[in-house]
């Protein structure tokens, strides 16, 4: 008897082949690691903590009431905003960096490598932070620089092995599952901090010691899950050379970079999906940025008290991430963006209203914001990924990370002067409302469709 011929595989019937389905695998896995350095250390406790070194530089140890300011660079900057001010200065050299970053990775034919050649410096960084003590708050400004530069950089390059590990409808539903890997990964390491900073003496520490650790323990779980995938991505085929590649030296992406600058008017969706997402995502960032600070000062919570709030806000945002990529299935990524933003604005005036010492509350304005966090961002990263010229994600990712970082800086300047001007948080928040709004009034004005048919995405 003659065997019949094995029938061909066809992954619209049989879904992708098992390879693909092991590399998706570990494309997770970094959204697992460096969420671990966004939820404790950029999220929850470095900010607080900067601003106690800040405060104790200016004012020295104990002094109570203290409203002297530190002097930086011939400035006079308040303690309570040099936090805010490190995020601008970072998000500024981001801006500068990460469009290099992607004409890089766009030309190199194995990304994995790449991916940790740019997170392993911030890790170390991150790593580092056990060494703040007394009033280093210097320090401590240039290992968050550092470390921000790494992180927003190998997000260029881990955005864009999206495109690589799924196919055009299927990266909602992939860029979903990242991102809820990610508040996973946030939410079992905050829990653990969160039980060394309450009861530090546990482990013979003081609450500071016990801060320190925990800021290093984050950039160890960064610097090490991300080997999985550096490891784990090194199966995916090769990318083709790039002609011309190994012409024109160092200058090269600089041109390349320069090409895609001048490529944007052929694509103009990508261009106007990208104005969309720098207004609405400063809005977002901001409140991400501020959310500790305003927590501590403004309504007087402690630290334990604030990582309970960020660990509350992990959880629901695991399974938000995976109910928004589910509603983009059924109303569509752009319809569900928008209607996250609409959340967004209820988040931020019930912010405004919270009264000081209402922990109850703020922990139910937690549950919303988890809700919405991680789904606008997720799509957001699919969406765009679907308006980019085939062969040029990177640098597209670059200009969209390298955006981002360019036009942030706004939201916590604003929300850092207001504060400053003002003695009060309070009337900061009010002005990110606009960010949302227009953020949203612009994204409605993009043709998915039509983008994605001129970026050949299908």
Not at 34 to 52: E, K, R
């Given at each position: 008897?003659?065997?019949?011929?094995?029938?061909?595989?066809?992954?619209?019937?049989?879904?992708?082949?098992?390879?693909?389905?092991?590399?998706?695998?570990?494309?997770?896995?970094?959204?697992?690691?460096?969420?671990?350095?966004?939820?404790?250390?950029?999220?929850?406790?470095?900010?607080?903590?900067?601003?106690?070194?800040?405060?104790?530089?200016?004012?020295?140890?104990?002094?109570?009431?203290?409203?002297?300011?530190?002097?930086?660079?011939?400035?006079?900057?308040?303690?309570?905003?040099?936090?805010?001010?490190?995020?601008?200065?970072?998000?500024?050299?981001?801006?500068?960096?990460?469009?290099?970053?992607?004409?890089?990775?766009?030309?190199?034919?194995?990304?994995?490598?790449?991916?940790?050649?740019?997170?392993?410096?911030?890790?170390?960084?991150?790593?580092?932070?056990?060494?703040?003590?007394?009033?280093?708050?210097?320090?401590?400004?240039?290992?968050?620089?550092?470390?921000t530069l790494s992180l927003?950089?190998s997000s260029v390059v881990?955005?864009?092995?999206?495109?690589?590990?799924?196919?055009?409808?299927?990266?909602?539903?992939?860029?979903?599952r990242g991102w809820a890997?990610?508040?996973?990964?946030?939410?079992?390491?905050?829990?653990?901090?969160?039980?060394?900073?309450?009861?530090?003496?546990?482990?013979?520490?003081?609450?500071?010691?016990?801060?320190?650790?925990?800021?290093?323990?984050?950039?160890?779980?960064?610097?090490?899950?991300?080997?999985?995938?550096?490891?784990?991505?090194?199966?995916?085929?090769?990318?083709?050379?790039?002609?011309?590649?190994?012409?024109?030296?160092?200058?090269?992406?600089?041109?390349?970079?320069?090409?895609?600058?001048?490529?944007?008017?052929?694509?103009?969706?990508?261009?106007?999906?990208?104005?969309?997402?720098?207004?609405?995502?400063?809005?977002?960032?901001?409140?991400?940025?501020?959310?500790?600070?305003?927590?501590?000062?403004?309504?007087?919570?402690?630290?334990?008290?604030?990582?309970?709030?960020?660990?509350?806000?992990?959880?629901?945002?695991?399974?938000?991430?995976?109910?928004?990529?589910?509603?983009?299935?059924?109303?569509?990524?752009?319809?569900?963006?928008?209607?996250?933003?609409?959340?967004?604005?209820?988040?931020?005036?019930?912010?405004?209203?919270?009264?000081?010492?209402?922990?109850?509350?703020?922990?139910?304005?937690?549950?919303?914001?988890?809700?919405?966090?991680?789904?606008?961002?997720?799509?957001?990263?699919?969406?765009?990924?679907?308006?980019?010229?085939?062969?040029?994600?990177?640098?597209?990712?670059?200009?969209?990370?390298?955006?981002?970082?360019?036009?942030?800086?706004?939201?916590?300047?604003?929300?850092?002067?207001?504060?400053?001007?003002?003695?009060?948080?309070?009337?900061?928040?009010?002005?990110?409302?606009?960010?949302?709004?227009?953020?949203?009034?612009?994204?409605?004005?993009?043709?998915?469709?039509?983008?994605?048919?001129?970026?050949?995405?299908?």
């Amino acid at each position: 008897m003659t065997a019949s011929p094995a029938r061909p595989l066809d992954p619209a019937r049989d879904g992708p082949p098992p390879s693909l389905l092991r590399a998706r695998r570990s494309w997770y896995v970094y959204d697992w690691a460096n969420s671990a350095y966004v939820t404790t250390t950029a999220t929850v406790l470095f900010a607080p903590y900067l601003t106690v070194l800040a405060r104790r530089a200016a004012c020295g140890e104990g002094a109570q009431g203290c409203t002297r300011d530190l002097t930086v660079l011939g400035l006079q900057v308040a303690p309570g905003s040099l936090a805010l001010y490190t995020t601008t200065l970072a998000t500024l050299l981001s801006a500068l960096l990460l469009p290099f970053a992607g004409a890089v990775a766009d030309r190199v034919r194995r990304r994995n490598l790449l991916l940790g050649a740019f997170a392993w410096p911030g890790a170390a960084a991150a790593t580092a932070m056990v060494a703040l003590s007394g009033d280093r708050w210097e320090l401590g400004v240039l290992l968050a620089v550092v470390a921000t530069l790494s992180l927003t950089a190998s997000s260029v390059v881990n955005d864009a092995l999206l495109c690589d590990v799924a196919a055009p409808a299927e990266r909602d539903a992939v860029s979903s599952r990242g991102w809820a890997a990610g508040y996973l990964a946030g939410f079992l390491l905050l829990a653990v901090n969160l039980v060394l900073v309450s009861s530090p003496g546990l482990v013979g520490l003081d609450e500071e010691g016990a801060v320190r650790v925990s800021l290093a323990s984050a950039g160890l779980w960064w610097g090490v899950f991300t080997l999985v995938p550096v490891l784990g991505l090194r199966h995916l085929p090769p990318r083709p050379a790039v002609p011309g590649a190994g012409a024109g030296g160092v200058l090269a992406p600089v041109r390349q970079l320069v090409r895609t600058l001048r490529g944007l008017r052929s694509h103009p969706q990508a261009l106007r999906f990208l104005l969309a997402y720098l207004v609405f995502n400063d809005g977002i960032q901001t409140v991400v940025a501020a959310a500790s600070v305003y927590g501590q000062e403004e309504l007087g919570f402690g630290s334990s008290q604030l990582i309970t709030t960020v660990l509350l806000v992990q959880a629901v945002a695991f399974g938000g991430a995976l109910l928004f990529g589910r509603a983009a299935g059924r109303f569509g990524a752009q319809r569900t963006v928008l209607g996250g933003l609409g959340l967004w604005i209820v988040v931020v005036l019930a912010a405004f209203a919270v009264p000081r010492g209402a922990f109850g509350t703020w922990l139910a304005l937690a549950v919303l914001i988890g809700l919405v966090l991680g789904g606008t961002q997720a799509l957001a990263r699919s969406m765009f990924s679907r308006l980019v010229p085939v062969g040029a994600e990177a640098e597209y990712f670059g200009l969209y990370q390298a955006g981002e970082r360019g036009t942030s800086w706004l939201g916590t300047l604003v929300f850092g002067l207001v504060a400053q001007l003002s003695g009060s948080y309070r009337p900061a928040l009010v002005a990110l409302l606009a960010f949302f709004v227009v953020g949203a009034w612009l994204l409605s004005r993009v043709d998915v469709a039509a983008g994605a048919r001129d970026a050949g995405q299908g």
